[in-house]
């Protein structure tokens, strides 16, 4: 398996994956895909195998503390210069699932961030992924104020 960072040329294989793992009102559309493509190429992490994109971390970096809702529909939001590196989705396709795919992944982005010298990394996940993401160091920071997708969410955080 490989891992590389983003191009536009991946808009179409990205968009395909995001709708294969998130329900529609949650999944980023074609065109929001295309902003945070423009916006932070080096900030997608995606995973191949035999060519074919099998899982993706993606997210902004900001001076932002928080994860809020406005911030998925606004690619001006990534600042390089910012402490937070923020994670909007981890996607792996059904078929590759428990495969360990998605924490090659965040451990990837979790390692970029530190080198890059962030303070760390924000995600919000619904309760049931609370431990997954603790078992990679990040803490939960309880429910978030997002109401993205009309579900609840927990914020969760891995401080340097």
């Known amino acids: 398996m490989d891992i590389r960072t983003a191009r536009l040329?991946?808009?179409?294989?990205?968009?395909?994956?995001e709708a294969l793992c998130f329900p529609p009102a949650e999944a980023a559309g074609r065109e929001a895909i295309l902003g945070r493509l423009r916006a932070y190429p080096g900030h997608f992490w995606l995973l191949f195998d035999a060519g074919r994109l099998v899982s993706f971390v993606d997210g902004?970096?900001?001076?932002?503390?928080?994860l809020a809702d406005w911030m998925y529909d606004d690619p001006a939001v990534h600042d390089e210069g910012g402490a937070w590196q923020m994670i909007f989705g981890v996607n792996t396709i059904p078929e590759y699932?428990?495969?360990?795919?998605?924490?090659?992944l965040l451990r990837r982005a979790?390692?970029?961030a530190a080198a890059q010298g962030r303070k760390g990394l924000v995600l919000t996940c619904?309760?049931?992924?609370?431990?997954?993401?603790a078992s990679f160091g990040f803490?939960?920071?309880?429910?978030?104020?997002?109401?993205?997708?009309?579900?609840?969410?927990?914020?969760?955080?891995?401080?340097f």
């Open 9 to 17: 040329s991946d808009l179409e294989e990205l968009a395909r994956v």
């Open 60 to 66: 902004p970096v900001t001076g932002q503390a928080d």
């Open 97 to 104: 699932r428990r495969r360990g795919c998605a924490g090659t």
């Open 110 to 112: 979790v390692d970029d």
């Open 126 to 133: 619904k309760p049931a992924l609370v431990r997954y993401y």
């Open 139 to 159: 803490a939960d920071e309880g429910m978030s104020p997002s109401t993205h997708g009309g579900a609840a969410w927990h914020q969760m955080r891995l401080t």
